[in-house]
């Protein structure tokens, strides 16, 4: 059930003729499903789903000052921390600003 839900992020249903992307397709079908036990298997205290929706509210932006261009990011909770650190990912740096 749950791999079933993770299909629901397809805004459209694809079709395929051609043997290599009939390949391709259900090899990306089972590496999420390979994925989404893996978090399953990492996650204790949260469902993957309510892991993916909070790690999901990270969010980066760009502000483009003259030449230099800024890259900004939302402050990450405690709680998004312990998500990533329990799923070994390393939490998001902030990048320098570059000129352009």
């Not at 800024?70 to 402050?75: C, D």
Request: hydrophobic share 40%; proline share 5%.
């Amino acid at each position: 059930m749950p791999f079933q839900k993770s299909e629901r992020f397809l805004s459209y249903p694809l079709y395929h003729w051609a043997e290599d992307r009939i390949r391709a397709h259900v090899f990306l079908c089972v590496l999420a499903l390979q994925i989404e036990r893996l978090m399953r298997r990492r996650l204790q205290s949260v469902s993957v789903g309510k892991a993916r929706e909070r790690i999901h509210r990270i969010k980066t932006g760009e502000l483009r000052v003259g030449s230099v261009m800024i890259r900004t990011l939302t402050r990450t909770t405690e709680e998004q921390l312990n998500l990533l650190k329990s799923l070994d990912a390393p939490p998001p740096q902030m990048a320098k600003a570059v000129s352009l």
